[in-house]
């Protein structure tokens, strides 16, 4: 059973980077450009692009989910991550773009340096918002140089095989899932524009156009977006700018009852409109071309955090309803694997991509799948180290005993997105790894079990999930948790469990509860559940109303690598209590050898559970 | 034994407030000006300032540390704090100033609904920073009004009683309690300056001043500093602009060794040589005046952190010694103090005046006391739970049975800045007053015992002090804690314990552990105690370098507000271990009767501590 929504084939195309990069310059030349900027992005800023727009890996190569290149007469730069550091040097050609670090050495910071005064650099303003435009054009100014908008992207005229952009068919978000009509929250975004005296809303998140008008699509990967715009103004109606192609009648009829549809190519002309409004704009989204359009046309544009953010973060009745219900589902999905794991692991056969496949084909028997969240990470033995690993047919291996083998992996259901990590043992683990594996767990236990008051931020929860690691002089190089939307992205802002979650965690809000521990070459642990903000019981006395977590994700976290000494009674009467919670709720749903195997993972630890005992 | 360095009688201006905002209203007038800008703060944004810059106190009667007012022709706000919002009613003349939120309805919003289009408002360039220039600017703009600048200050020409500017004389730092030479401080900076390609430093800040060059002063109430500039060219000598009444002819030959010594009024000439350099200036400290001066010039002027905190910051080993002397020595005062108040609060005279002036008696009789850190906060009862009081002959009142005592101070040393909190309780406290306190002690305790990787900032072990508390429905609503100077000022950068604490904590810094509880109209709790960062023993298979805090602070908590049942063995251990420190060190050194007391009051929780067993 081949999985259907990912594929472990990624052609190199190395071998081809030189000869575009050289049409390139020669397009450079012509248009007397010293130089082009190449982000990952479209136009958007989506974090899954359509592969029409994956502009930066046609010219080097390099496939990675963020990065960026500077191309000059003389000089290529290409800018990843740390994530992305080998990748990197394995899919393009290192004879021609010098590999630069994009978050310690940054693509201003070669500008500065290495652009020659009186240069003119290019730039696509689509494929940038305002603030990243005003960053470079600084770095350039800075070396005497300036950067120019280019409307027609050089690269598109060379890109030959370039894929049509996505078409995917707009499909209604029925109401029993959306828990609330489009009308009801277009007045909400009103009441909010009225409150910072804005004339309009532009909307350029296509997750927040989703979420407003309820309507999914699929012009993306894993995540069921429709490209396409939105225009709210104070007073009268809004209007959805959306490709005709992707609207059949009844969805336009629905859309039509509470906004004026009109094509993309509307957008610049009713931008003309608003001269002399205050118009708000979603920094992180809205492309510089459409920020400098109303500029022209003598709006006032105020750049801020998305609105619809906030409202599209805290989930409704219906919504964890839903959440709840694709929870058991994928419970389910993920218990059937997990005891065909444990099966099956031992024989010393099993690939990566065999437990990938068969997961999602455990997701695909529950008839509802619609698309993985996320291409699915599965790393064994020292792929598990690896954070944001993805396997592929290059780096597939077989899962070997007295290894661990980490799968983070992910569904979209109608009715919620799931994202959930295990970690678990195939063979007898080492009593390293079940230090590891438990100081993790007590991370994932202490915000499980976290009480906070109401204006609490993901930062000030972040730490709780480190201190036990932090005691052995170990740590994670990632947050704890993000937010995570309602049949939408799986990342979704603005809270998050993270040194950089600025945004309180309100009621209602879903994210993911996710420390780890990855030792280089070795192994790597991650448990994750998501957890929905909940209120918690006030104490007598209490000053403040306090909320706490729920945990939403229902898979038994792996026995074998607990070291229970290590455990407060408090958190072993958690995981016990959890996995109470999981045998009686998915126990039920899954088949006898399943079942049966599930009642034996999932007893109390007090019991003494061994290895054997099953 | 009267106090020498705190006074508790404050005269009430309120009722010349009106005359004053008239007679300022006439000089404007004369200028042209509509309005006037007038911030509680001198040239260096000093936190504490010289009484003749108290112009905002003169204008409008309060007396707060933070506070901000402006006068047009026809209005007058006040802006203030939460802290003050009761204060300013009982000083200022609300019939002339409306009072506002200085944070939640700040001068810029004011300014942008209150001043007319076309007005022009004055503002003092020397009172404000660059940062804080251009916010009003925008504010003016805004509105259609202009801000302009005006060297001679139109308070200055009404306020016929203004006190002199201080003259304090310049005292050497001696380096067996400095541990490190100008000279060798001045090369450091110098190498920071090189790290960033600048051409010299403008060091604003008078407590940066007084750390690179090893001086001290006394310009200031409470923090012992001398009002100067110094320029540090990235080659040459640096040079050092001070009041020549200040120095004596020892200490100016000492200052001549690494600098050339000048006036304040060289200063503005030059700045003039620095045209076409780069010039760093603390963004924080350096007055828009310089900021000006400079730029016109024709300098180019980087505003950024003063690069000299993070050195001042992290103490060395003669700092460390001397922080650790002068703690024996305050921990020996302390004890005296607390086992005479344990004696004489139960009769039921004492008052919170007398204790904070019998507390300075104990400090004055080390022999060894210069001021003390700050005016003492010493609330009983429902003053208690008002974070930042300050006791005058109005709000005194006399100590009762079953109240709690809060008492915060700290003392200047030659060898070090002292802050500490003790809580204490009068008669039998309430099941809930030992809740609370034990609550608090469980988060001081958190922290003092917290291990965390090197890079760790202080908003990422702040949460850890809130647990306790957070469980029960509570919280406090100031930071853990913040950085102290060594014989310097009390609040020190960069580091703090706090949300906003970004600053990694690194080996040598000294923080504050304050962790508190109030109780609007009942009482008070915090437990103070001052910590260094130190290194903790890497365990085996660590993979980051580890900090931990060592408690510097030797004073005992009062035992009978522990309800020992709501500590860990881990928590109980700590307090047990942290008072038979204090026993065995501050024990020695006190007299007969306080030695039994403290031996009764630091005996281990385990033993089961009864109030009726001393």
């Known amino acids: 059973m081949p999985a259907e929504f990912q594929n472990f084939d990624i052609k190199n195309e190395r071998a081809a980077v030189a000869g575009r990069v050289a049409a390139l310059r020669g397009e450079l030349k012509k248009r007397n450009l010293d130089g082009l900027l190449v982000p990952r992005a479209d136009r958007q800023q989506n974090e899954y692009v359509p592969a029409s727009e994956e502009r930066l890996a046609w010219l080097t190569g390099f496939t990675g989910s963020a990065g960026f290149a500077i191309v000059t007469a003389d000089k290529a730069a290409l800018f990843v991550d740390g994530r992305y550091t080998t990748q990197v040097r394995d899919q393009t050609d290192t004879k021609i773009f010098d590999i630069q670090h994009l ?35 600084k770095a350039c100014e800075s070396a005497g140089a300036s950067l120019k908008a280019v409307m027609d992207n050089p690269i598109d005229t060379l890109w030959r095989e370039r894929p049509a952009p996505p078409a995917g068919l707009a499909v209604p978000h029925n109401i029993k899932f959306a828990g609330e009509s489009a009308a009801d929250k277009i007045k909400r975004v009103r009441a909010e524009l009225a409150k910072s005296k804005a004339g309009a809303l532009l909307v350029t998140d296509p997750q927040a156009v989703a979420w407003t008008f309820n309507i999914r ?4 990967p894993h995540v069921p977006l429709v490209l396409a715009n939105a225009l709210v103004p104070s007073e009268g ?9 992707k609207l059949d009648n009844a969805v336009r009829r629905a859309l039509e009852e509470v906004a004026d549809v009109r094509t993309p190519d509307d957008l610049a002309r009713d931008l003309d409109t608003l001269k002399g409004k205050t118009v708000r704009i979603d920094r992180a989204s809205a492309a510089d071309a459409l920020t400098r359009a109303m500029t022209d046309t003598g709006a006032k544009v105020v750049r801020g955090a998305d609105p619809i953010a906030i409202m599209k973060a805290i989930k409704n009745h219906a919504e964890i309803a839903g959440s709840r219900a694709a929870h058991k589902r994928d419970g389910m ?36 799948l619609k698309d993985v969240s996320f291409p699915t990470i599965a790393g064994s033995g020292p792929n598990g180290a690896i954070v944001h690993y993805r396997v592929t047919r290059d780096t597939n291996r077989i899962i070997g005993s007295g290894e661990l083998f ?32 438990t100081r993790v767990l007590k991370g994932h236990i202490a915000i499980a079990t976290a009480i906070f008051p109401e204006s ?4 000030q929860l972040d730490p709780l999930a480190r201190v036990a690691l932090w005691q052995a002089g170990l740590d994670y190089d990632h947050g704890t948790g993000h937010g995570v ?18 945004a309180p965690l309100r009621r209602g809000m879903i994210l993911s509860n996710e420390p780890g521990y990855y030792k280089a070459g070795r192994y790597g642990i991650r448990t994750e559940n998501l957890v929905l903000v909940i209120a918690e019981a006030e104490p007598p006395g209490a000053e403040k109303p306090l909320n706490a977590f729920e945990t939403l994700t229902l898979a038994p976290i792996d026995r074998r690598l607990i070291d229970a000494r290590m455990l407060s009674g408090k958190e072993r009467a ?13 126990g039920p749903l899954v088949d006898k050898s399943a079942q049966k195997w599930l009642e034996a993972v999932t007893r109390p630890l007090a019991t003494g559970y061994l290895s054997t005992d099953k």
């Open 485 to 502: 939307g309602s049949y939408l992205s799986v990342h979704e802002g603005p809270a998050r469990i993270s040194k950089l979650g600025t």
């Open 406 to 437: 980490l799968i983070d992996s992910g569904a979209q259901y109608q009715d919620g997105t799931t994202d959930i990590t295990r970690t678990v043992a195939v063979g007898a683990p080492s009593d390293e790894m079940r230090d590891r594996f």
């Open 217 to 220: 699509g699929s012009d993306l």
């Open 456 to 459: 609490t931020t993901g930062a």
């Open 237 to 245: 109606r809004p209007a959805l700018y959306i490709e005709s192609r």
């Open 574 to 586: 958690w995981l016990d209590s959890y996995h109470g919670r999981v045998m009686e709720e998915i």
């Open 103 to 137: 978050v310690e050495a940054p693509p201003e910071q070669w500008l500065e340096a290495n652009i020659k005064a009186g240069g003119v650099i290019g730039y696509d303003p689509w494929l940038h918002t305002a603030d990243q435009a005003e960053k470079v054009a």
């Open 333 to 368: 999905a993920m218990v059937q694997f997990l005891a065909w794991f444990d099966r099956e692991a031992p024989g010393g056969k099993l690939t990566e991509i065999d437990a990938v496949e068969r997961l999602e084909g455990f997701r695909r028997e529950t008839g509802k």
